[in-house]
């Protein structure tokens, strides 16, 4: 999973990166020229714990890739202008599969806004904007080459241009008023023939309302009106206080956690947005067990016994026979997967079984 890191100018994005990542790129400058790049660990209690009962000779957690994208380079008009970024940078966006898109909503005078005032809403509004019209760019461009060349061509070639125009003939005016692509709700068939073209609005994205720690009694306030405002398809909202978890997290576990005690803060940023992530994505965890490694997968909700398969490796699913399938918790709870089989909670289950978040299965497979 890769997300990409946007934001305006001063939003702090590369501090967000930083907590995420417990990482120290460099901060500050109003939007550099630098690619910053980070590969988390997901943290996982269930892989722990898991862990404790096999002792393998490893433990592999999932990971999430993170990627913080410079600041857009200010247009004409003033503000971020995404058809001036760089074609390697954009590249890069283009490939995320999701967008976690820092807002600025602190005051810090030792920080000016470029604008001269703190307005989150205005500064989300505008690069959401940018994205919209880089969207447009290249949906316009494909539909005039469509519709002079799209009648050439088998009679196949004709029909899948002529399914391929009908889409984006529907795609252009939304975003010509402004409408994001993943607002249109468009069915697995429709999504299928624009994949190539990686737009940006299509994208699912977390919108990070960076506030400052003053702001963090009515943070819970702060996170329901952004949920309001940003009420959308593919979008989710959440607030946190960058700089001060980029100072906690270099804090040890205990002393971390007694602090964020006394701030009120249930949990580190890093777990809340790795699971917001998860659910914008839509993606689940299963998990391999076994005296030679305990390992968390990531697939998307609703993938099958064989889907899993796959992600595990390529031969499991060309040869798969069935899945030995545990919940976690049974796993846990029974202490080993015989007990698991006596007691009747470890079940065999065929390529279309739909996998469940924390299964622990067993693949059997013909080599």
Excluded: C
């Amino acid at each position: 999973m890769q997300i990409a890191i946007v934001g305006l100018a001063s939003a702090g994005k590369t501090t967000v990166f930083n907590t995420l990542t417990r990482g120290h790129a460099q901060t500050g400058g109003y939007g550099g020229v630098t690619v910053n790049v980070g590969v988390v660990k997901v943290p996982d209690d269930r892989l722990t714990r898991l862990t404790a009962l096999f002792h393998p000779r490893r433990e592999v957690p999932a990971d999430v890739t993170y990627v913080d994208l410079p600041a857009p380079p200010s247009s004409t008009e003033g503000h971020g202008g995404a058809s001036d970024i760089p074609p390697d940078q954009l590249a890069r966006l283009r490939d995320a599969e999701a967008l976690l898109h820092v807002v600025r909503a602190f005051d810090d005078p030792s920080v000016p806004h470029p604008d001269g005032s703190v307005d989150p809403w205005r500064d989300l509004e505008r690069l959401e904007l940018e994205f919209t019209l880089a969207d447009l760019g290249v949906a316009e461009k494909r539909v005039e080459r469509l519709r002079a060349t799209g009648h050439h061509g088998t009679p196949a070639e004709r029909e899948a241009n002529d399914r391929e125009l009908a889409v984006l003939e529907r795609i252009v005016p939304a975003l010509s008023a402004g409408e994001p692509i993943r607002g249109l709700d468009l069915d697995d068939e429709a999504s299928r023939l624009i994949r190539g073209f990686r737009f940006l609005t299509e994208k699912p994205v977390l919108v990070l309302l960076n506030i400052g720690e003053g702001d963090l009694p009515r943070a819970a306030d702060l996170a329901a009106e952004a949920r309001g405002r940003l009420d959308r398809p593919g979008t989710l909202a959440d607030v946190l206080s960058a700089r001060l978890e980029m100072e906690i997290g270099e804090l040890e576990e205990a002393e971390a956690a007694a602090f964020r005690a006394d701030l009120g803060l249930a949990e580190a940023s890093l777990e809340r947005v790795i699971r917001l992530s998860h659910r914008l994505l839509g993606l689940i965890v299963f998990f391999t067990a076994g005296p030679d490694e305990t390992r968390a997968w990531t697939i998307h909700d609703g993938d099958t016994a064989l889907e899993a398969a796959g992600a595990i490796h390529s031969d499991l699913a060309r040869g798969f026979i069935r899945a030995e399938v545990v919940a976690w918790q049974d796993l846990l709870e029974l202490g080993s997967t015989a007990e698991a089989r006596r007691a009747g909670r470890l079940r065999s289950e065929g390529r279309t079984y739909r996998m469940r978040d924390g299964d622990v299965i067993e693949v059997l497979f013909n080599v």
